[in-house]
């Protein structure tokens, strides 16, 4: 800020007083004093580095999908849990086969939970999923984990978006929305939620016995179910399109889209047409489509500090998923190229990658984030200390 406007706000001269008397109290303070302020410490609970959590049950929702309560692991030092918002998702560490795999996980629970001392995930099966299976065929009540703080920033703002919030979402995608219902039957969201609802069937449907309750209980939180591959009179057929969006939106609209990478680049297509202004569309995570036109084999050199370590990465694997198999603890949180945690520079080798969220300056001085990058040569890579 320059001395002008220094002026202006608060005159130069107070200014400067006020610095040189601070500068007296903390000569004054014992370097022992072991002060902290009241603001720091409220942040540390709301934005701990990590936390640790314990499997305390495990609700199966079917074969493939099953929910998990986590509750605060107080041997490994974490008394309570974090404060989230409806919407936000924490990162997961697992060690599985001497790999060391994080994975971010929705938190599909009303924050109400976290004050409870308890966070529930869902995970799903996904084909080839190492995290996902281990979860569902490995993972017993009693098990211990790391996790991160919540993070993301998919979630309502009263001062940002409209009060009349559409939801639209395929298959799991419903997750963040779960916990935004909740939270508005407990009275800590103040918006109208209408949630488009799309599956394949009503098997798919996980979820719907929860959702129609809280329905039948808040007047603000309607959901429309929508079935692609099913006929059923109860329920719309097909999927979410131009009629089904305008039938239900209300005046004005914040619009919220989450599900799979083929359902997002629909949905825009969709708002674009209905010429909805970006500002008011959200998403959640997602991963920018990219095209691979190899698997050859090349070698990844990864450097942090003194250390140094040479691995083989695959063509259609992320220098990210090469690490975590090879035991290297990258950091890293969202895995879709948005929170900037794997910000890496990459010393030498071709790469391609989903560069949409990489800051101008990153690609001009060779930063990348390797959880949405890939080789076509050897590469060397620098991690963050
Ligand atoms: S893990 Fe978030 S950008 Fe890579």
Redesign the pocket.
Known sequence: MSNKNLNHLHGEKEFLNLSRDREKIIKKTSPKANFEYTANQLAKKLHPKEQFVKVAQIISLNDHVKTFVLQPDESAGTLKLAYFKPGQYISICVEIDGGIYSRPMTLCCSPKCALKGEYRITVYRVENGIVSNFFLDEVKEGFHFKISAPLGDFCYSSIRDHKNVLALANGYGILPFISMAEAIFDDLLDCHLTILYEAKTKEDLVFKEKLDDITCKSKNVTVVYVLSEEDDNEYESGVIDKKLILQFKGEENSYFVSGSTSFYARINDLLKELDIAKKFVRHDLFRGEIELKNDEEFSLTVLCGEDKCTMKCRGSETL?QAMEKNGIAAP???????????RSKLISGKVKTIDENIRMADKVYNYV????TYPESDIILQLPN
């Open positions: 990210l890293n949180h969202c895995h879709v190229g948005v929170c900037g945690f794997c984030h390797p959880c949405v």
